[in-house]
DNA sequence: ACATTAACGGAGGCACCCCTCCACTTCACT
DNA sequence: AGTGAAGTGGAGGGGTGCCTCCGTTAATGT
């Protein structure tokens, strides 16, 4: 169906075992990590990391795309839960998944051209959830998702002593989001 | 005073502006900044650098110290304001002066033995002016100075649209922190 | 003025990373 | 089995940063 001719068994192999290495090698080193490193990392070769991912950034993009994706994913989860539940479940997942994943952390604070429709897909599953707590009364209304966003992201990205203590920051600051007394 | 022997005035002279330059460079390049960059910077050679500061580490510290003495000093200009005010105002000047200087963020995560005894001067600025709050009612008491800290710490190092955005999502995440109505 | 010695600075050796190029290998199709 | 195209991998050239070493410079005290 996609318009894509399809690659050589050994090719995809490749492509994947570069995406996985790349995956971690990101999230450990954040978005300097070392190209040769994932590509021994990956069992392949320089030229092949290349070969598939010209630039740095077009790796950086398609881990990154596909990590976005299960998150956007997860927004359907919570679609039976009580308004404000709903919100805040996806917001911790979100926090829990992103927490050891810079690229995610790195790609909100960008601009780049890649990053726009990944960011608008962020939305289009985040964003319903917030409307949808305002309109219950349960969310205040004088914010929107883009500074919910950051501010939770802000929080997914500082050190913290135990991910104990990064529950407890983000109910925190997710107190400041609910709808006041 | 101080048991130091004085230093000679045109080593003075280069130590100043080394620390200078570097506060310059860790601003905007983070705590990897070329220390090669930071000498010529300065107008020194490299060899004078690392007399001065034979690894990264003592010369970030450097760097970082002053920053933080002007951070903790600020605290004393608050202390004649209402509890809230007090503690509100301090965090906001410590988003303020922190935003831009990664080098402050990167301190806050890590848990080098040098950054020990600059985080309890932070403690020793900051922790009053929450306890204070506390006692008046005005924060709420379930929460200690560590985690806001963090808190301010993960939205001074997010990215945002502009400057205002940063000060309404600090004011979301204080909502949080005072005691709810 | 001059000797002493702290302080200087940058060349050079090492390590790492980026990216290109192309001789070689492997797959897929017949 | 054979062949052409798709795919591979790593050597190599260029760049940058780290840090040491030591011949040179200049501040200080008399």
């Not at 790349?22 to 070392?34: D, I, L, N, P, Q």
């Amino acid at each position: 169906m996609p318009g894509e001719k399809p690659l050589r068994a050994d090719a995809r192999r490749n492509r994947d075992a570069l995406l996985a290495a790349a995956a971690e090698a990101f999230a450990v080193h954040g978005s300097t990590a070392s190209l040769e490193d994932i590509a021994r990392s990956a069992g392949v070769g320089i030229g092949t990391l290349y070969r598939n991912f010209p630039t740095r950034q077009d790796l950086f993009d398609a881990v990154y795309l596909s990590e976005i994706d299960r998150l956007c994913r997860a927004a359907e989860d919570v679609a039976e839960l009580a308004p404000w539940q709903a919100l805040s479940t996806w917001l911790r997942r979100f926090v829990r998944y992103a927490a050891t994943k810079r690229a995610i952390y790195e790609a909100l604070s960008r601009d780049s051209a890649a990053f726009r429709d990944t960011r608008e897909r962020m939305y289009a599953a985040g964003e319903p959830l917030l409307e949808r707590a305002q309109k219950a009364g349960a969310a205040r209304v004088d914010v929107g998702f883009d500074d919910v966003l950051r501010l939770v992201s802000g929080i997914t990205a500082a050190g913290f002593v135990d991910e104990e203590q990064r529950e407890r920051v983000l109910a925190i600051a997710l107190d400041g989001v609910r709808r006041q007394g």
